[in-house]
């Protein structure tokens, strides 16, 4: 059976990448733009076993994309179809927050369950739900971790042995406890209370664990950069020494990174789970050892 990845042009260097990794083949989903907005998709060629390699952010028209690729692919004679999608949208509105808003979680795990037979994900943005298998349910679903890798990072940096590890709320604590816990450091966690999408208040009930101590911030996704500004305006009156922060997946506005250095935040990393300037940390290898069976068993 013949294995390969797939990819937009957009996303042909981190697929390229993966499939070196893996030692298959790596092919192209083209893309032709009609003047009215709709656009066809053709594949690059055709495999037993196609992994799509497509992350999520700005998602309308890559989900379209996504199942285009899932007809073509079966048709053609694909028999597993695995997504990677290093980030997944539309996670966070796991309810109805408000009477009669659309429960986007739901309507995605709708869309693509009948599409792809395994969907792997890196710290997909899950609250309420338990795991990621009960957003897609009937196939394989595997929610991978990038806390490893960004704790191998903050090794290679030199991290400072009396920095505090830190998340902006209590949804960031379980990756804030495992880099943690990885690098034998203390860690804490302040208390979010969100007035609105870019409205947030943070506070650290207990100043004293900062106090005088250098902080890496952890998070799993920053998106307009709001709660990084208000947790650093906290961090800095708790009595931090110095602000570095490390993401999983980085989308805010390059813009934004003065605004940043202003708030005293003195570095930024992220992974490559979507294209941003501050990639430094690469999933590749992490990505790699998930898929390793769909190449052995093929």
């Avoid at 927050?97 to 709708?110: D, N, T």
């Avoid at 999408?197 to 664990?209: G, K, M, T, W």
Wanted: charged fraction near 20%; hydrophobic fraction near 50%.
């Amino acid at each position: 059976m013949t294995v390969a990845v797939f990819a937009l042009p957009e996303h042909r260097a981190a697929a390229k990448e993966l499939a070196d990794a893996l030692a298959v083949p790596a092919l192209t989903l083209d893309r032709h733009d009609f003047p009215d907005g709709e656009f066809k998709l053709t594949l690059g060629g055709i495999a037993d076993v196609a992994i799509v390699h497509m992350t999520l952010d700005r998602p309308n028209d890559k989900l379209v994309a996504l199942l285009l690729a899932s007809e073509a692919l079966r048709r053609n004679g694909a028999r597993r179809l695995v997504l990677v999608a290093p980030y997944l949208c539309y996670m966070r509105q796991d309810i109805a927050f408000h009477p009669l808003e659309a429960i986007s979680q739901k309507v995605l795990g709708r869309l693509l369950a009948p599409a792809f037979d395994r969907i792997v994900t890196v710290d997909a943005h899950l609250h309420r739900t338990a795991t990621l298998a009960a957003v897609f349910p009937g196939i394989e679903a595997d929610d991978l971790t990038a806390t490893g890798v960004l704790a191998e990072a903050l090794v290679a940096a030199g991290v400072d042995p009396r920095s505090v590890i830190v998340g902006p709320d209590v949804e960031s604590e379980p990756w804030v406890r495992s880099v943690a816990d990885r690098l034998g450091l203390a860690h804490a966690v302040g208390r979010k209370t969100r007035r609105g999408d870019r409205d947030v208040a943070v506070v650290f009930d207990r100043p004293e664990e900062i106090a005088g101590c250098p902080v890496v911030l952890v998070d799993d996704v920053i998106a307009s950069g709001g709660t990084l500004l208000t947790a650093a305006a906290a961090l800095r009156a708790a009595g931090a020494t110095s602000i570095d922060v490390v993401a999983t997946h980085a989308l805010w506005p390059p813009e934004m990174d003065a605004r940043f250095a202003e708030a005293g935040i003195r570095s930024l990393r992220s992974t490559t789970s979507v294209p941003h300037p501050s990639n430094v940390v690469s999933l590749t290898p992490l990505l790699a050892a998930a898929l390793r069976r769909e190449v052995v068993g093929a």
